[in-house]
């Protein structure tokens, strides 16, 4: 089954850090771009960020200088470094692989809860 498969979600308080992790599927590697989108109850899904080929990194202004992403071909993982939650990072956590000969790939999240 060609999914990504995350984890390492869970309750932190504000102002905590959390690592994600998306086990990816072996016929994937670095030459794809990938990343983490999230999405809150009644509210549209929303991109995070992406990793691309040469390891550049982009994201959102909401969570830019607080996350970042990284992955590693021989582990066939990407991480989701958060740092500095906020109560409004409180999502489920999905990993996203666009444009596979598989079509886009999704994974079925990590919940994160950010609160006191």
């Known amino acids: 089954q060609v999914l990504p498969v995350e984890s390492g979600g869970g309750l932190v308080q504000p102002g905590g850090s959390l690592r994600l992790s998306c086990l990816l599927p072996?016929?994937?590697?670095?030459?794809?771009?990938m990343g983490w989108y999230r999405q809150a109850p009644g509210v549209e899904r929303e991109w995070v960020g992406n990793?691309?080929?040469?390891?550049?990194?982009e994201f959102s202004d909401s969570v830019k200088d607080r996350f970042s992403i990284s992955r590693s071909d021989a582990m066939n993982t990407m991480w989701l470094q958060m740092t500095n939650l906020k109560p409004a990072d409180t999502a489920l956590y999905h990993c996203h692989i666009p444009g596979t000969p598989w079509g886009d790939l999704w994974g079925r999240g990590t919940q994160v809860i950010v609160s006191s």
């Open positions: 990793i691309r080929p040469g390891e550049w990194t």
């Open positions: 072996e016929v994937i590697d670095s030459r794809y771009v």
